[in-house]
C-alpha cells in the first residue's frame, strides 16, 4: 500500500519561501503522476499542482502559477513543491497525492503558516 509522508512545513514570513517534500513508498513512484492539495484553515481541499510521472508535464492551479514549482527524483521517491512569494492566504496544510489504480492515497499532511 502507498506511504506518503510530508515534510518541511513552519512559519514563515510574507514574501517568504519554503521546499516541502514528500517521501513515498509502497508503490513504484516513477509509474504515477504526483500531486499537491491544500486545505485552508476552515476550508475544502484545493488541488495546488501536478506532475507528470517523468516530470516532463507540470500543472499549477492559476493562485500558485509563477510562485510555486512542483518537481520529482524518482531515484530518491520523492516528490516537492518549491514554494516562492508566499502570502497570508497559503496558509494551510499541504498533502501529497498520488492515485494508484484508482485508488486515492494522502500523507497526514504539512502545515504551512504565513504570517507576520
Known amino acids: 500500500e502507498a506511504q506518503l509522508v510530508e515534510s518541511g512545513g513552519g512559519l514563515v514570513q510574507p514574501g517568504g519561501s519554503l521546499r516541502l517534500s514528500c517521501a513515498a513508498s509502497?508503490?513504484?513512484?516513477?509509474?504515477?503522476?504526483m500531486s499537491w492539495v491544500r486545505q485552508a484553515p476552515g476550508k475544502g481541499l484545493e488541488w495546488v499542482s501536478t506532475?507528470?510521472?517523468?516530470?516532463?508535464?507540470?500543472y499549477y492551479a492559476e493562485a500558485m502559477k509563477g510562485r510555486f514549482t512542483i518537481s520529482r527524483d524518482n531515484a530518491k521517491n520523492t516528490l516537492y513543491l518549491q514554494m516562492n512569494s508566499l502570502k497570508p492566504e497559503d496558509t494551510a496544510v499541504y498533502y501529497c497525492?498520488?492515485?494508484?489504480?484508482?485508488?486515492?492515497?494522502w500523507g497526514k499532511g504539512t502545515l504551512v503558516t504565513v504570517s507576520s
Open positions: 509502497g508503490f513504484t513512484f516513477d509509474d504515477w503522476p
Open positions: 497525492n498520488v492515485r494508484e489504480n484508482g485508488i486515492n492515497y
Open positions: 506532475i507528470s510521472w517523468n516530470g516532463g508535464d507540470t
